[in-house]
């Protein structure tokens, strides 16, 4: 079925992104080498239109395809939670039993991966060069996460060894957290994006409730919890359709989900507890006779189903999966609710999914207002006429009258030590997940002064202020040391101060301030030189690595002694 297969694709190139394709770089080549690339072009526009949601037109702007084009033949930013930034090779070949792709092809393609993510501009196209502001915008965004795509219109898997090669250059960049995902897509998963607009969407279930419930409508709905890798498998089988009425999909990397992922590993029996569960909206409930009235276990049949609240649960489960977590899975339960839209009224399904998706969720940040101490911390610079507000929504002081928790969090966080500085930097709210337990504990205890909050946010803002400065006139290498590695540079600048004057009051602070400009560009300009000759790489993925921003911390104080 190969060359079928590959008719219907190009048919359908030629109906979409093949019309807007620029070849006009081409002019000096032959008829069959500008048709073979405008192909390979609207090949990878079209992925991006079916991965990343953008239209024809748009998608065909992004194509990066051409002389000096390092590899990369799409470049796509999608501004979304978290901010996506795709990049795509593509192979297009009339062949229908043509080969995978190539060693040489993989680390072409590996290479300005590699290129892009550490901004050397000047190994790419003018097409590229064009959007140099965008990319430098994006890959200084510290929340980006990255999707890989090499498409072909070669029929077999990718072969292990080519694989491999991106997969250990992924690797690299997701040491410490999860910031680049790569897939191989070749001539049957293209094929597969075209049958997914043929077919129905509709997804039916058949679920076994345990302990379940039913609220007499209209509208219509059953309750009780279901086993974790029976959830994990709705995904698993049903894909990103299961979420299409969604206000979101399963997002790559988040504090939530990592939160979900920590349950189910360290204690699968109490994941009922802790999860709000799912919500899923659905065409239809019919119950199997089965079991009668009995309400320990049911088994319903569900058409027409999509989740419209806990996606983010199903995703984390589903990974789970994936990673092998079975025996985990087995011990968790998970409550989920169906609602019937069958008798509802013509809005209700938007209500419900607005509704669910807006509540305020509580938080360790909400926790952090009952601490005793934060209460005797506010009490005290109340008595110097400033505020600290400690609660969520609490309104945030002005700069000169006071400070917020959480600001005050990221500053002792960069005085106590490069390991809290990088915590900072990579998920801060792990800061003060638990308020009985470090880190939290080491932050804010029975020692930590108002005198020592305050000035130590105050040295953070001079820092701050400082790298906004110089951000202007700095290099793209610099530039992302001083967004990506801000909290590390912080927290020498901390250390090169005499700590010991913080909380004296017989210092002249305004001199101990005055110094700290000039220790900042110190501090970024060293650690630059240190971790460009000892690192290199994606720096977004350096100053989360608590290991490397360690020895990178301490080459800089040494250095600046």
């Not at 979304?80 to 297009?92: A, D, F, G, T, V």
């Not at 983010?312 to 998970?334: F, I, N, Y």
């Not at 019937?340 to 998706?357: H, I, Q, Y």
């Not at 700590?499 to 650690?527: C, K, Y």
Request: glycine share 8%.
């Amino acid at each position: 079925m190969g060359d079928l297969h590959v008719a219907q694709i190009k048919r359908r190139l030629k109906d979409t992104t093949y019309p807007h394709i620029d070849v006009s770089d081409l002019s000096k080549h032959g008829a069959d080498f500008v048709e073979q690339a405008r192909l390979t072009r609207a090949l990878a526009a079209f992925v991006l239109t079916k991965i990343a949601g953008l239209s024809a037109e748009d998608a065909a702007v992004c194509v990066t395809d051409g002389p000096e084009d390092n590899g990369v033949d799409a470049i796509a930013c999608v501004d979304s939670e978290p901010p996506l930034l795709y990049l795509i090779q593509s192979k297009w070949t009339d062949a229908g039993n043509g080969g995978g792709a190539t060693l040489d092809e993989m680390m072409k393609f590996q290479k300005g991966l590699a290129d892009l993510v550490t901004m050397n501009w000047n190994r790419f196209n003018g097409k590229v060069a064009a959007r140099v502001a965008e990319l430098d915008n994006a890959l200084l965004n510290t929340d980006l996460r990255i999707e890989v795509i090499f498409v072909t219109m070669g029929s077999p898997q990718v072969a292990p060894a080519v694989a491999n090669h991106m997969g250990d250059y992924i690797a690299t960049l997701n040491d410490p957290t999860e910031v680049a995902l790569f897939t191989y897509l070749n001539q049957g998963a293209v094929y597969k994006l075209l049958v997914d607009d043929t077919l129905s969407t509709q997804i039916d279930l058949t679920v076994e409730l345990s302990d379940w419930g039913r609220m007499e409508g209209p509208p219509d709905a059953v309750y009780g919890h279901v086993g974790g890798a029976e959830v994990a498998g709705w995904l698993h089988d049903h894909g990103p359709h299961l979420f299409d009425r969604n206000v979101r999909l399963v997002l790559s990397s988040s504090e939530v989900n990592a939160s979900v992922l920590d349950t189910i590993e360290e204690s699968p029996e109490r994941f009922w507890y802790f999860n709000n569960g799912v919500t899923a909206l659905c065409e239809s409930i019919d119950k199997a006779p089965a079991g009668g009235t009995e309400r320990r276990q049911g088994t319903f049949g569900l058409k027409g189903v999509s989740i419209v609240n806990g996606a983010q649960t199903v995703g984390t489960l589903a990974r789970a999966l994936r990673a092998g977590k079975q025996q985990e899975l087995d011990a968790v339960r998970v409550m989920v609710r169906f609602i019937s839209l069958e008798s509802a009224p013509e809005d209700f399904g938007k209500r419900v999914t607005r509704a669910t998706n807006t509540q305020n969720v509580i938080g360790g940040r909400d926790f952090v207002g009952l601490d005793p101490e934060q209460t005797r911390l506010r009490d005290d610079f109340s008595v110097d006429s400033l505020t600290y507000a400690i609660r969520s929504g609490e309104e945030r002081p002005d700069p000169e009258k006071g400070c917020e928790f959480t600001e005050a969090a990221v500053a002792l966080a960069c005085a106590r030590s490069s390991a809290l500085a990088t915590q900072a930097k990579r998920e801060v709210s792990r800061l003060w997940d638990d308020t009985s337990k470090a880190p939290y504990k080491a932050l804010f205890n029975a020692s930590t002064t108002y005198v020592r909050v305050w000035r130590s946010v105050q040295i953070l803002r001079a820092v701050e202020a400082e790298l906004d400065r110089l951000r202007g006139g700095l290099g793209n290498r610099e530039r992302g040391y001083a967004v990506h590695g801000n909290r590390l540079v912080a927290h020498v600048v901390f250390a090169k101060l005499d700590s010991a004057r913080f909380e004296d009051p017989a210092a002249d602070w305004g001199l101990i301030l005055a110094q700290v400009p000039e220790l900042t560009a110190n501090a970024l300009h060293t650690m630059t030189e240190k971790g460009e000759a000892e690192y290199g790489g994606y720096t977004a993925s350096l100053f989360k690595n608590a290991t490397k921003t360690d020895h990178l911390a301490k080459m800089t104080i040494e250095a600046l002694a």
